[in-house]
């Protein structure tokens, strides 16, 4: 089988990479494409038949393994037949993915006029062209903009929330973990690289079992389970680097790795300040893997999905649950460079979220109901249908409201997002490039003093902590923005060696496939002491936005002045009132901090722009424009 080559010149950073899949997300937050540029190698890939990459240092999410020849049976489901293939190739790679076929009560979503049934549920429509319905199905991790909650819908139309972003986040009791066989590969791969002629060389390594159920009117529409495994090279010679990445861990791939990178970093463009940073360790942890992800079967998982969706129908005002996905993953991350750096922890993750409709016809409007943890025990099911169907509720019958300018609460989720976008533009990199408003503004009142905004990759309960970032330097709490001033930005070994400074262990791994960049861990604004009923009383009359849409395009990352689409609810005496749609809200992201009134106690972790434990928040006036 030929061998496919990507190069790259060293002094490309990663993390303005296409492969990258954008800034630092989507909780993480997805893969993109293959990488484009220099200084990249892909040896020992088998073309066509590994899963898209999995994106351990910044997603939470799990993905969906490609098609290929069916090879098989399997039946795992209590809800109906199933067929399954199971594929392997070199590299270890595995996948099976199972799908249901069509049983009497699951409705085919890809024939027009093919209705659910007895509950009265509309005809999910779907634009066909000439190949038929091919469009990939969403979930979290495919960015926080994907997701419309609240917006005008029609069944089988919009996306629902944003698949959770993976991270490296854990280790065995907390500890780096040894004895692992990825420990031995990538320390075989520094050997070589260093043995080929690189001054200084890393090496990443990460093996990934990840699987989501989708279900449907009551039963399971489709269960993917993918494995994979891969290891990537960073080589550097004098003032260059170069990276090479492949799926062989045995000795001679390893090697043929190596030699690789070390060849790519021969031909790149000088990079004054590259190299391995200048601080190594591990930080102690709790346990960041679930003790009880491995004793749930399938059909306690179908289950759980399956009462997430009973829960969300069971509301009398729920025309329809158009989307119920559960997921998990767990894996193993090993690194190791060729200053004694060695460490390898393990890491699980578990999702669930279910997307309602409520209201009709051009009524018709949507909810989201989202939870996360390090296992499927940390899930409610009931709890995540009533949160869909209590925000799909909540919203059905709204109109466009009259411009206006008023104070404005922003819902967890909405908070979430922002925090989320403007963790991104503290990244050293976008700084240090001049593309984000806060370039020379570190040390300036940036804020209102009720904000405190950190990042901290050592929480117990953070899906992005890990006991080290991905070139190996001990994860930290680092403050942020405090008292209203921007006390630092996100340094990995690149950008604080060319600032002058010390890493903040802000480097961040999306794959095997990609080097580090860098980006945050998790963003955690401190909670204040104000309820989101308190914060809804002070605002009097305003507008309480419980979604926004086209935040990333909607937003100048250098004036940080946006114009975005929300939905929400008017506020009126201090109470909830008639909900509002196609309304746009605009300001400038240092107004909009310098705003924050009340800062809300109820905290939770979401998956938008990466992880982000985000509460309500309270502002000041701000500009709404509607009929």
């Keep these: 089988m030929g061998k496919r080559w990507h190069r790259r010149r060293g002094n490309a950073h990663a993390a303005h990479d296409d492969h990258r899949g954008g800034p630092p997300d989507l909780l993480p937050l997805r893969p993109g494409p293959r990488a484009q540029g220099r200084g990249v190698v892909d040896r020992q890939r088998a073309p066509g038949v590994l899963p898209s990459p999995p994106c351990p240092a910044h997603d939470q999410h799990l993905l969906r393994a490609r098609r290929g020849d069916s090879r098989g049976a399997d039946r795992r489901s209590r809800a109906g037949p199933l067929r399954g293939v199971l594929r392997r190739r070199p590299g270890g790679a595995r996948h099976r993915r199972l799908r249901v076929r069509r049983v009497g009560g699951l409705p085919d979503r890809g024939r027009p006029g093919d209705r659910p049934g007895a509950r009265g549920d509309i005809d999910r429509e779907r634009a066909r062209g000439p190949e038929g319905d091919r469009r990939r199905r969403r979930g979290p991790g495919d960015r926080h903009r994907l997701l419309r909650e609240g917006r005008p819908a029609r069944a089988g139309r919009g996306g629902p929330a944003p698949r959770p972003a993976r991270r490296a986040d854990g280790g065995r009791n907390g500890r780096v973990t040894g004895g692992l066989d990825l420990d031995v590969a990538v320390g075989r791969a520094v050997e070589a690289a260093v043995a080929a002629g690189a001054s200084d060389a890393e090496a990443y390594a990460e093996e990934r079992t990840e699987r989501e159920i989708r279900v449907y009117g009551g039963a399971v529409e489709s269960l993917t389970d993918a494995t994979s495994r891969g290891v990537g090279v960073r080589a550097f010679l004098d003032g260059r680097w170069g990276y090479a990445y492949g799926t062989d861990l045995g000795d001679d791939g390893i090697a043929e790795l190596a030699a690789a990178a070390r060849a790519a970093a021969a031909v790149a463009d000088s990079d004054p300040h590259a190299g391995l940073p200048d601080e190594f360790g591990a930080a102690e942890l709790g346990p960041l893997r679930s003790g009880e992800l491995a004793s749930w079967s399938t059909e306690r998982k179908v289950e759980l999905a399956l009462a997430a969706e009973r829960a969300a129908r069971s509301h009398p005002e729920v025309s329809q649950v158009e989307q119920v996905v559960y997921a998990d993953g767990e894996g ?296």
């Design 332 to 627: 193993t991350q090993a690194l190791a460079n060729s200053r004694g750096f060695s460490g390898a922890f393990e890491a699980s993750s578990a999702w669930a979220y279910v997307s309602a409709f409520a209201g009709e016809g051009s009524d018709l409007m949507t909810g989201l109901g989202l939870g996360m943890g390090r296992g499927p025990e940390a899930l409610d099911p009931e709890a995540i249908g009533a949160e869909a169907a209590a925000r799909a509720v909540a919203l059905a019958g709204a109109r466009q409201a009259s411009s206006r300018r008023c104070p404005v609460v922003f819902d967890t989720l909405v908070a979430a997002s922002f925090l989320g976008f403007i963790g991104g533009m503290l990244s050293a990199d976008a700084v240090q490039r001049g593309r984000s408003l806060f370039a020379d503004r570190e040390g300036d009142e940036i804020a209102t003093s009720e904000l405190r905004l950190a990042d901290d990759g050592t929480l117990e309960d953070g899906l992005a902590s890990a006991p080290f970032d991905g070139e190996g330097s001990p994860r930290r709490r680092l403050p942020l923005i405090e008292g209203g001033r921007l006390l630092s930005f996100l340094f990995d070994g690149r950008t604080a060696r060319k600032a002058g400074r010390q890493t903040t262990a802000s480097a961040e791994r999306s794959s095997y496939r990609s080097p580090p960049s860098v980006g945050a861990s998790n963003l955690v604004v401190e909670p204040g002491g104000d309820s989101l009923e308190e914060l809804v009383r002070r605002a009097d009359d305003g507008l309480y936005v419980t979604d926004v849409v086209g935040l990333h395009s909607g937003v100048n990352p250098v004036s940080g002045t946006f114009s975005v689409g929300a939905t929400g609810i008017l506020i009126a005496g201090g109470e909830l009132a008639e909900p509002v749609r196609e309304i746009t809200v605009a300001s400038d992201l240092v107004t909009m901090l310098r705003s924050v009134e009340a800062v809300g106690s109820e905290a939770r972790w979401v998956p938008f722009g990466g992880s982000v434990r985000a509460v309500p928040l309270l502002l000041g006036e701000m500009a709404i424009s509607g009929s």
